[in-house]
């Protein structure tokens, strides 16, 4: 369905004064409470992502990642981040697009799908996994998954249908022995059709919310992105994607990453 963002949102404050007097329309919310605001006026287009105080996003890790990859693929250049007692922000620049699952594209899918693989592939093949200092790894991400287990925080009641009737135990021993690596690329860390942006002429323009980005197999990001595309385009629509990608499908691989995907972050 298309996303509405909400009409009767109170602006934070910290968005008001980086705002600067010009109208900020609410673009997105997350499901922890994250703003985000369009800003648009004297001649300038930004962006303000608004996290209340006490979430686990940090906005700051995403600034150095998009400082980081803005010189090898089109993101957003960071202008400004902050905090204070209330939460942290991330102000960024417009990139040239809008979201892949705005009203339009929803309703042209075939167009919307292949560039959200194609775009993917780009993504991949123009970030030097080699340089990159940053790490979304599943070894990394397991091991990080065990210990926010023996605190309590994970709950199998906010998984996906398909992984809700395991245990915690069950799904880390399903989780011990990662597939040998595909490809090492660096990956996006969030490759949900939301994330990609079209351009009029449904091309991929470029890509938003990198706050996990990192080195890793790149079906950590595939799985991730054929289960988005069934999710807002509707069922057979990630073979669509796969073959925009340029890859045939992987189902042990998949089935891996979405379950490593439902026990976060």
């Known amino acids: 369905m298309p996303y509405h963002p ?9 968005v008001v004064r980086l705002a600067g007097g010009r109208p900020a329309r609410l673009a997105w919310e997350n499901e922890l409470g994250g703003l985000t605001f369009e800003v648009v ?11 209340p105080a006490g979430t686990a996003i940090d906005l700051d890790a995403e600034a150095e990642r998009m400082a980081w990859a803005v010189a090898f693929t089109p993101v957003p250049r ?22 892949a699952v705005t009203e ?3 309703g042209e899918p075939r167009t919307a799908v292949r560039a ?35 605190s ?11 992984h809700k009737d395991l245990s915690v135990e069950q799904a880390l021993a399903l989780l011990a022995g990662p597939p040998p690596v595909d490809r090492l690329v660096v990956c996006h860390g969030d490759a949900c059709a939301p994330n990609t942006l079209l351009t009029d002429d449904g091309r991929c323009s470029g890509h938003v919310d990198l ?12 799985a991730i992105a054929t289960w988005s595309a069934e999710w807002n385009y509707g069922p057979d629509w990630g073979t669509t994607l796969l073959d925009a990608y340029g890859v045939g499908a992987d189902p042990d691989r998949t089935r891996y990453y979405r379950l490593l995907w439902d026990l976060g972050p």
């Open 6 to 14: 909400r009409t009767d949102v109170e602006v934070p404050e910290a």
């Open 41 to 51: 006026g004297d001649g300038e287009r930004f962006f303000v992502k608004w996290q």
């Open 211 to 222: 706050g996990a980005m990192g080195t890793a197999d790149r079906w950590a990001d595939l």
């Open 116 to 150: 959200i693989g194609e775009g993917l592939r780009s993504l991949h093949e123009l970030l030097p996994a080699n340089r990159c200092p940053f790490n979304w790894s599943a070894e990394q991400r397991v091991a990080d998954a065990r210990r926010r287990a023996a």
């Open 152 to 162: 309590g925080p994970l709950d199998p009641a906010c998984w996906h249908t398909e």
């Open 78 to 99: 960071v202008l400004d981040a902050g905090e204070d007692p209330t939460g942290a922000w991330l102000v960024t620049t417009a990139v040239l697009g809008r979201s």
């Open 104 to 106: 339009r594209w929803l």
